[in-house]
């Protein structure tokens, strides 16, 4: 069974348009994240919940909204798409973001965005 | 924020050689983690190792932490052609536990 997972595993969309990107974990645990990859491979800290709630909220355009429905599912739903959104994002998830717990990534999704 | 270097950008060596990549840090942290990326994949957690550590091992890793150089590094010994990966330390520091990551090293093991 899949630890993390995340759909669609590449999205190839025009500038302007609105997309999400579906994550779930089915490890119990208790925090999710968003992270964005860019061609360099820089990993870059989106968002993170704890239990539902957001816990960190880097400096990321508001056209990007992450939603929680529970704490196995942390969604990101992108407005008015860019060019510069062209990225690998991650999901991941850990125990508890309170402790330095291991991070479990999922697959990716690579957006592009034309 | 706190964000790990890793050193060298890349490295390329022969199966059964040893691997060295480093890590270097601005700030105090509270943990340092090594993390491994194959091509097309998500990152696998390899070792993390806490601030009052100096040395781990896991397998064919061992990871050494020197608070003092704020450095890490991490050395695979009798190197595989599956370790062909990027290889990304991240840290946490002060209250938060999420860990920053760095741009990582990448790894090419030929057979």
């Known amino acids: 069974d899949t630890a993390v997972s995340q759909t669609p595993k590449y999205l190839v969309t025009q500038m302007g348009n609105d997309k999400s990107i579906k994550c779930e974990q089915n490890?119990?645990?208790?925090?999710m994240y968003w992270y964005k990859q860019d061609s360099k491979k820089f990993l870059k800290i989106m968002f993170s919940?704890?239990?539902?709630?957001?816990?960190i909220n880097e400096t990321v355009p508001n056209r990007f909204s992450p939603k929680s429905p529970d704490k196995a599912h942390l969604n990101l739903h992108i407005n008015s798409l860019e060019l510069g959104d062209s990225a690998v994002y991650f999901c991941?998830?850990?125990?508890?973001?309170?402790?330095?717990?291991?991070?479990?990534f999922g697959p990716g999704t690579r957006l592009t965005v034309t | 924020s706190q964000q790990g270097e890793e050193d060298p950008q890349a490295l390329s060596i022969q199966e059964g050689e040893n691997a060295t990549m480093n890590c270097s840090y601005k700030?105090?942290?509270?943990?340092l983690q090594w993390y491994r990326q194959n091509s097309g994949r998500g990152l696998v957690h390899l070792i993390l190792?806490?601030?009052?550590?100096r040395e781990k091992h896991s397998g064919r890793l061992r990871v050494t932490l020197d608070t003092s150089k704020k450095s890490s590094s991490l050395l695979i010994t009798a190197s595989r052609a599956a370790d062909t990966a990027s290889y990304f330390c991240?840290?946490?520091?002060?209250?938060?536990?999420?860990?920053?990551f760095g741009r990582g090293t990448s790894l090419i093991v030929h057979p």
């Open positions: 190792i806490r601030s009052n550590e």
């Open positions: 991240a840290t946490d520091a002060g209250g938060s536990y999420i860990p920053t």
């Open positions: 700030t105090s942290i509270n943990n």
């Open positions: 919940y704890n239990n539902k709630e957001l816990i």
């Open positions: 991941a998830s850990s125990q508890d973001g309170r402790r330095p717990y291991e991070q479990y």
């Open positions: 490890l119990g645990h208790d925090t």
